[in-house]
């Protein structure tokens, strides 16, 4: 058995009953806080809970409505705010990926239980004071640059803060100052690995050996390629700025799926249909509850994306439940001639097969009345200069691929490396063109 590095030993281990003592507690404490928010003050007085004594237990939880992206849309911009500006120290805001973003405000203990909790997740993938940490996510209102900023230096990792972009200068740093881990989107590590060669640098100039990556939705397959390819360890990290952003849920060591940190978050996975809640292991939509929020507290936050929790436990010891990789969001579901295709799907399919490079890209159209689904990907160069029939052997190969995961046919186009557009954050990954009505 590897040796497991903690954190916080007592709490990432302790007993069921333990965690949900403390989350009920802190639940208590978390409600008093909504009701002084103008977001959650009538919410929860409809549904009879006008003080934190109303919450007897856990299952109380469930009379609470739900919260969606639009309600901190239209609480705007301070209607879920429960302290005066004076405790505010920060504002960070959503990426916007889904439409106007969302803010949220920090008070002093709001940044210092997330930077706690980044702490511990980082220490849970192994890293340690000796790491040099290269953090390429973007620095700002974005909270994937400043949370791990924080976390990383509590725990001692030397961190450099270069942000996102410049893809030049990332590889030349990472050489100059043999970065061991980074924090980084995987569309942009495999960016960056590609462009190596032409930086005339090998692996073995490079001393990685971790990456944090997170903030998009990604395949078991391409985790693999970019270990594969980096010759790394790579761990899932999941968060979103309604709820802190970055730490809510993190790989350890086992790199078997994310343990949610359920001191600080209440995690439950419901039916997006019926808002039924489902028993472990089944696949859902996860709602959040964050417990330790003083600020903007934010009760049963609907994430709009899908995965399940593990049942059982984790080889590391950790009690805290682990969440499945997410497996696509609620909003970005393509409806092609009628039939249901999630991204993920493609992407599972494409990124397991060798000759395909570091990028692709869905479109989408319209033929006349039909819509018409594009999967375009770059191939490695050598595969790119070969003969016309290999080439069409490896499209037909990839449209048998993909028609056995998505049921239709998609057309496959091959591009030459560095055709695409490349990301530096977040990857825009599907390009829908059939006009709105
Ligand atoms: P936005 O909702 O505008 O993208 P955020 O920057 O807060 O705003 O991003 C949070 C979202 O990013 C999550 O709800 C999720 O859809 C996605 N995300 C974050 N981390 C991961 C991850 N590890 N795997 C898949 N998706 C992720
Ligand atoms: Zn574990």
Redesign the pocket.
């Given at each position: 058995m590897m040796d497991i590095p903690f954190w916080s030993r007592e709490i990432e281990t302790a007993e069921r009953s333990r965690i949900e003592q403390i989350q009920l507690e802190r639940l208590r404490d978390t409600i008093g806080w909504a009701l002084k928010t103008n977001l959650y003050r009538r919410r929860l007085t409809q549904v009879g809970i006008g003080s934190p004594d109303d919450v007897k237990s856990l299952a109380d939880l469930r009379r609470i409505p739900f919260t969606t992206k639009d309600d901190l849309r239209v609480s705007f911009p301070k209607g879920h705010l429960a302290v005066g500006m004076t405790d505010v120290i920060r504002v960070h805001s959503?990426?916007?990926?889904?439409g106007i973003?969302t803010v949220i405000y920090y008070a002093r203990q709001d940044l210092d239980n997330w930077t706690d909790l980044l702490a511990r997740s980082i220490v849970a993938t192994g890293a340690t004071s000796s790491d040099i940490f290269q953090n390429m996510m973007t620095y700002g209102l974005?909270?994937?640059g400043l949370g791990l900023h924080y976390g990383a230096e509590r725990v001692g990792l030397t961190v450099i803060p270069i942000g996102g972009g410049n893809t030049k200068r990332q590889i030349q740093v990472m050489k100059d100052f043999q970065t061991t881990v980074v924090h980084v989107t995987p569309s942009y590590l495999l960016h960056i690995h590609s462009k190596l060669g032409e930086e005339g640098i090998e692996l073995k100039d490079l001393a990685l050996r971790k990456a944090f990556?997170?903030?998009?939705?990604?395949s078991e397959n391409t985790r693999r390629k970019l270990q594969d390819l980096m010759r790394i360890d790579a761990y899932?990290?999941?968060?979103?700025?309604?709820l802190n952003?970055?730490g809510v849920a993190f790989e350890c060591v086992c790199k078997k799926d994310m343990h949610v940190w359920e001191d600080a978050f209440i995690v439950e996975i419901i039916d997006p249909q019926t808002g039924e809640v489902l028993p472990d292991g089944q696949e859902g939509e996860v709602v959040l509850t964050n417990v330790v929020r003083r600020a903007t507290p934010i009760l049963r936050y609907r994430?709009?994306?899908l995965a399940f929790l593990h049942p059982q436990g984790c080889d590391c010891g950790r009690t805290h439940r682990r969440l499945s990789?997410?497996l696509g969001?609620t909003d970005d579901m393509l409806i092609i001639n009628g039939v249901n295709v999630f991204p993920s799907q493609i992407e599972e399919k494409i990124m397991k097969i060798p000759e395909v490079a570091t990028n692709y890209q869905i479109h989408v159209d319209k033929k006349g009345a039909l819509d018409r689904l594009t999967v375009k990907v770059e191939i490695y160069p050598k595969l790119f200069l070969g003969e016309v029939s290999k080439l069409e052997a490896l499209k037909h190969r990839i449209v048998e691929e993909l028609k056995a995961s998505i049921t239709i046919s998609p057309g496959v186009e091959l591009h030459e490396p560095g055709s695409l557009p490349v990301y530096e954050g977040?990857a825009k990954r599907v390009v829908d063109e059939r006009p709105k009505d």
């Open positions: 959503s990426s916007g990926t889904t973003p974005f909270t994937g990556i997170g903030a998009e939705p990604h899932n990290s999941y968060g979103l700025s309604e952003g970055p994430t709009r994306d990789r997410i969001r977040k």
